[in-house]
């Protein structure tokens, strides 16, 4: 199998457990969000440490210590991803599937506003006009809900922000989850010991499948991301891309088909506006590659050949 090939192989793998994660936290209740949270941050760090110890990669660790500005971005991507995964978890558990899948839709748009503001990137007319209809979306999508869709937006701008950070750090998938896992394990186990000292805790106290799948949590965190990791690793951007809204569709099926979540006219609207924004963003991010690739190749051709 060709490494391109094995690329959309491991990133069609990692957007289909991301697009049916939420089937999988619905099993994990009565757990409150939190409590989810704090295991599936715990139970992470030892499958991540179990593999890396497998593969005798440990080494990482001396070398990161003597980077304290890499250690103060770890802290900041550990606080991101922990507020996405806890609002995310908070969204599937109060039944707003719908709404999640909207925050992983316009995560492409926020990513691009991100650039502009944060790396002063000067954006395209057409990436502009994607701007300005996923705007509008959440306008509409505003006066459907009678409030800003804020779990969504939370959702988007965490993960835009995560995948920035992260960007920066350049850290592999694996120790990298490690490294940001462990900085939150402290204040997770602190919050599982408070709640099993209250007696509010359900790990072991609801069925033996319930703690198993509490525990399984930290593979199925981390099983995605490193396949993610491998198609990153193999595919164009363009590609890549392509696939990220594989994830978002299924949550969206998922809400409406299996947890018969409403979709009412002004909201399939608004969802209408953000396809839209996407569609407009992605034939444009297409199109450039496309152009850039053609100006490189005519660059190359023109080179002058040395003879010696």
Known sequence: ????????????????LWGFFPLYLKLLRPAGPLEILAHRIVWSVLFVALLLAAVRNVGFLRALLRRPRA???????????????????????????????????????VVVLLGVFVLRERLRPAQWAALATGGLAVVVLAVDYGRLPWLALVLAFSFAGYGLVKKRLGL??????????????LPALAYLGWLSAAGDATFGHVSLGHTALLVAAGAATAIPLLLFAGAANRLP????????YL?????????????HEPMP???????????????VFTVDALRHGHRTRATHARAAHREPVTTR
């Not at 770890?74 to 609002?87: D, E, K, M, R, S």
């Not at 592999?172 to 394990?185: H, I, N, T, Y």
């Not at 951007?237 to 990220?244: N, V």
């Not at 006219?265 to 569609?279: D, H, Q, T």
């Open 1 to 16: 199998m060709t490494p391109v090939r094995l690329g959309y192989l491991y990133g069609f793998g990692a957007y289909l």
């Open 265 to 279: 006219p002004a909201r399939l609207a608004g969802f209408a506006l953000v396809w839209a924004a996407l569609i």
């Open 237 to 244: 951007l363009t590609g890549l891309s392509m696939l990220q």
């Open 247 to 259: 994830a978002p569709i299924l949550q969206l099926g998922c809400g409406v088909l299996i947890f």
């Open 71 to 109: 250690l103060a971005g770890i802290g900041v991507a550990a606080a991101l991803i922990a507020v996405n995964w806890g609002t995310y978890i908070y969204g599937v558990n109060s039944d707003r599937v719908v709404e999640t899948a909207l925050g992983y839709f316009i995560n492409p748009l």
């Open 172 to 185: 592999p998938a694996a120790e990298g989850l490690f490294v940001e896992s462990a900085v939150l394990a």
